[in-house]
């Protein structure tokens, strides 16, 4: 039984898919098996991973998406361990050991990240102070924006569990959507190295394909706020965030003439804190 399953999601990513897999492949650390979920791809894909055949394992399905590749990968996964990257991104040769010998020195609820490297084109973008990687418990920056890769995760099978899987009916912001049911109970590690090369620039990324991404953050949202045991003053920060993205998105549909989706984002702000200021 290996330690660590790594699941790499890929859909018509035969061009940098192989960078990918050679990157785990060339990990310091070796105990892990690597599940790569083709996700209905219509190019290459199935000849490149041939490629690799003895030292990966191909989960084949209909194209769904990208949590239900992850949860597809997760179910056949065998580590105590999972680990993510994307097929676009790559990792450096000692990631999983510098997180593997974090998690034996704690063996407690481990969920990890690491620090990373943003690439556009060959080229090395600088990241803004709002983007600062952590750990510990943050959940109300997670509030804000992502702030953890899921190339750069390490988690326990059991922890992921309890906390849930990647949301299938989520089209974007489904990390967004898992960390903040992960930020909010639970303790993150991290290593504040860069083991990540994050690749930008594919025409196919779900930040250039998908409108107003703030949509499905705001879905996540209520879904944490459903939770009866949210700490109350998480529970307020959701709330102000909440009604944050929600001025931000209905300012977004006024601007395209979209008036009635405009006014529904405006009384769902309103109606999330005229019922938190009255349960008070």
Same mark, same amino acid.
């Given at each position: 039984?290996?330690?660590?399953?790594?699941?790499?999601?890929?859909?018509?990513?035969?061009?940098?898919?192989?960078?990918?897999?050679?990157? =785990?492949?060339?990990?310091?650390?070796?105990? $892990? #098996?690597?599940?790569? =979920?083709?996700d209905g791809s219509t190019d290459s894909t199935r000849d490149l991973l041939s490629a690799f055949r003895g030292e990966l394992q191909v989960v084949s399905q209909e194209n769904r998406g990208v949590s239900a590749a992850r949860n597809?990968?997760?179910?056949?996964?065998?580590?105590?361990?999972?680990?993510?990257?994307?097929?676009?991104?790559?990792? $450096?040769? #000692?990631?999983?050991? /510098?997180?593997?010998?974090?998690?034996? &020195?704690?063996?407690?609820?481990?969920?990890?990240?690491?620090?990373? +490297?943003?690439?556009?084109?060959?080229?090395? !973008? &600088?990241?803004?102070?709002?983007? /600062?990687?952590?750990?510990?418990?943050?959940?109300?920056?997670?509030?804000?924006?992502?702030l953890i890769s899921p190339s750069s995760v390490v988690i326990c099978r059991d922890l992921l569990d309890r906390a849930g899987w990647f949301d299938e009916d989520l089209p974007a912001a489904e990390d967004y959507d898992l960390w903040? /049911? !992960?930020?909010?109970?639970?303790?993150?590690?991290?290593?504040?190295?860069?083991?990540?090369?994050?690749?930008?620039?594919?025409?196919?990324?779900?930040?250039?394909?998908?409108?107003? +991404?703030?949509?499905?953050?705001?879905? %996540?949202?209520?879904? +944490?706020?459903?939770?009866?045991?949210?700490?109350?003053?998480?529970?307020?920060?959701? !709330?102000?965030?909440?009604?944050?993205?929600?001025? +931000?998105?209905?300012?977004?549909?006024?601007?395209?003439?979209?008036? &009635?989706?405009?006014?529904?984002?405006?009384?769902? %702000?309103?109606?999330?804190?005229?019922?938190?200021?009255?349960?008070?």
């Open positions: 039984m290996p330690l660590v399953s790594v699941i790499i999601p890929a859909y018509n990513r035969a061009h940098v898919l192989g960078r990918a897999v050679r990157s =785990v492949l060339s990990q310091t650390f070796g105990d $892990f #098996e690597l599940l790569v =979920v083709d597809a990968g997760i179910s056949r996964s065998k580590g105590r361990l999972i680990a993510f990257l994307d097929s676009d991104d790559e990792w $450096f040769p #000692e990631k999983l050991e /510098r997180q593997i010998g974090l998690y034996c &020195s704690t063996r407690r609820d481990f969920v990890c990240h690491t620090d990373e +490297i943003w690439q556009c084109n060959d080229r090395l !973008i &600088s990241q803004k102070t709002i983007h /600062r990687k952590q750990g510990g418990r943050f959940f109300e920056r997670a509030l804000e924006r992502c903040l /049911r !992960i930020t909010a109970f639970y303790h993150v590690d991290f290593v504040p190295e860069p083991l990540v090369i994050k690749h930008g620039g594919e025409a196919d990324q779900v930040s250039r394909c998908v409108p107003a +991404i703030d949509r499905f953050r705001i879905r %996540a949202i209520e879904k +944490i706020l459903g939770k009866n045991d949210l700490p109350e003053h998480y529970r307020n920060a959701a !709330i102000a965030e909440l009604a944050k993205k929600c001025r +931000i998105v209905a300012h977004g549909c006024r601007k395209r003439g979209k008036f &009635s989706e405009a006014e529904r984002y405006w009384e769902l %702000a309103r109606s999330y804190q005229e019922d938190h200021s009255g349960s008070r």
